[in-house]
């Protein structure tokens, strides 16, 4: 059975400073590996897909990395700001019709 | 964009009421999911549906029911609605010829008294 963890729960930094998220899961057997972002009270937002062929995506000032072999993805945000305050989850999709695995999460405050 | 939409934010139900949660997407996605989300217990899927009229059970379907009728919308039902069943619910897609993404809507918080 597929399990996702995400270390650290909670994390507080500065505004400006570049960060790491990290994500790990048990089964490397997988299809693709997501990573979301969500507001308090709010729905989740789709910040990068990575298909299981690929190391990598970037969308603006995140990058996400994906190391099958070893169940570990990261989420790099670069220069955090305030606006970046929010919870980040990761999930995994299992090969053939499988549903997401998510994460616990990691809750993140930039503070100005 | 791949716009996801749920037929309420906020939802006020009494016990033993029957419950209609509605989740609309624009994208002609194959694949639609109901999760809720609780403290501590993160997102658990509920139903999902690869097809119109095709319903699978999820992790925790005890208590819900689903419908598919067309391919755009796809909606949870609550025959009896319980206290346990105060949550947040999330409706999601996603489309094999988008890498099977999901994409979700905004959430819709139950709470029934």
């Known amino acids: 059975k597929q399990e996702v963890t995400q270390i650290p729960a909670a994390l507080s930094v500065p505004e400006g400073e570049n960060l790491v998220l990290n994500c790990s899961f048990t089964?490397?057997?997988?299809?693709?590996l997501q990573w979301f972002r969500q507001d308090p009270g709010k729905g989740l937002t789709s910040l990068l897909l990575?298909?299981?062929?690929?190391r990598e995506q970037t969308s603006g000032r995140l990058n996400a990395s994906l190391d099958k072999s070893s169940g570990r993805s990261t989420l790099y945000i670069a220069a955090s700001q305030p606006g970046d305050s929010a919870t980040y989850l990761c999930?995994?999709?299992?090969?053939?019709?499988?549903?997401?695995?998510f994460g616990t999460g990691t809750r993140l405050l930039v503070s100005p | 964009d791949v716009k996801v939409t749920q037929s309420s934010r906020y939802l006020v139900k009494r016990t033993g009421e029957k419950v209609f949660l509605e989740c609309v997407q624009d994208?002609?996605?194959?694949?639609m999911f109901w999760y809720r989300q609780d403290p501590g217990l993160g997102l658990r899927l509920i139903y999902f549906?690869?097809?119109?009229?095709?319903?699978e059970k999820g992790d925790i379907p005890e208590g819900y029911s689903v419908s598919r009728e067309k391919k755009e919308r796809f909606s949870l039902i609550l025959e009896s609605a319980s206290t346990n069943q105060t949550s947040m619910y999330l409706c999601?897609?996603?489309?094999?010829?988008?890498?099977?993404?999901?994409?979700f809507g905004p959430g819709t918080r139950l709470t029934v008294t």
């Open positions: 990575i298909q299981s062929s690929q």
């Open positions: 994208m002609d996605h194959e694949n």
């Open positions: 549906s690869y097809d119109v009229k095709m319903k």
């Open positions: 089964d490397s057997a997988i299809y693709n």
């Open positions: 999601a897609s996603s489309d094999p010829g988008q890498g099977h993404e999901q994409y």
């Open positions: 999930a995994v999709r299992g090969t053939g019709f499988q549903k997401l695995v």
